[in-house]
Structure formats: structure tokens, C-alpha cells
């Protein structure tokens, strides 16, 4: 092993380079956080994925198109209607219980309409 006197020059050069190298690499992660995306690479960023869901009671494949961001929000754990707001609450619904549109129809002909939040509000019925 080799060991360099503290009066050498090449441990300043190697200093110089090191501390250069830190400065560029310092420039580089700044100017990626300052990066205002132009509208095509906005676009890219906002990359859609479409996912097949089988329905569960009529075997149909529903084809649910959601921003990747979002759906992994919602993997993640966040409620669909927050994390995925694009999304019609048909479809946010066939992403939950797997089930079709039809078969929800189906399910649900005596529920009159959703709300805002994605909850389904029952007709009123007097008995």
C-alpha cells in the first residue's frame, strides 16, 4: 500500500477534483429539482396505464384506464376517490369490488344516485 506525504501535490489535485466533482454533482440535483417540465414532457409524466379487472360474479373484463401515479396512491393505501379523482366512480368502483358495470347495475337499480364523495345514496322509501 501506498501513502502519500502530506506535502504532495497530487493530494491537493486529488482534493481539487473530489471538491469539483461534489460542486457539479450539487449543480446537477438543483437543477433536476428546479425542472419545470415543458406540455409533452408533462404528458409523459402523467403516464396512463390501463388495467383488465375480471368481474367476480359474471367474468367480464373491464378495461380501467388511471394515471400510474394515482393508482399507485391508492395501492398505497389512499382512499380511490382521493387518490384516483380522474376516475368516474363506475370505474373507481370496478377497481374496488371487481365487479363489471352491468353486474353494479345490476346490484344497485334501487340506489338512485352517487354522491360527491363516491358513496351511493339510497331512494328514499317510506314505509
Request: a negative charge; hydrophobic letters at 40%; glycine letters at 6%.
Amino acid at each position: 500500500m501506498w501513502y502519500l506525504d502530506g506535502d504532495d501535490p497530487r493530494i491537493d489535485e486529488a482534493i481539487d477534483r473530489a471538491v469539483e466533482a461534489n460542486y457539479e454533482r450539487r449543480i446537477a440535483v438543483a437543477e433536476m429539482r428546479a425542472f419545470e417540465p415543458t406540455e409533452g414532457e408533462q404528458e409523459m409524466i402523467h403516464e396512463t396505464i390501463t388495467i383488465p379487472v375480471p368481474c367476480d360474479w359474471c367474468e367480464t373484463v373491464s378495461h380501467v384506464t388511471v394515471d400510474r401515479h394515482h393508482h399507485k396512491a391508492w395501492l398505497a393505501g389512499g382512499l380511490a376517490q382521493d387518490a384516483m379523482p380522474d376516475l368516474t366512480v363506475e370505474n373507481r368502483e370496478i377497481l374496488i369490488s371487481t365487479t363489471c358495470a352491468s353486474c353494479q347495475e345490476g346490484m344497485f337499480a334501487d340506489w338512485d344516485e352517487w354522491d360527491e364523495g363516491g358513496m351511493m345514496l339510497a331512494e328514499s322509501t317510506d314505509h
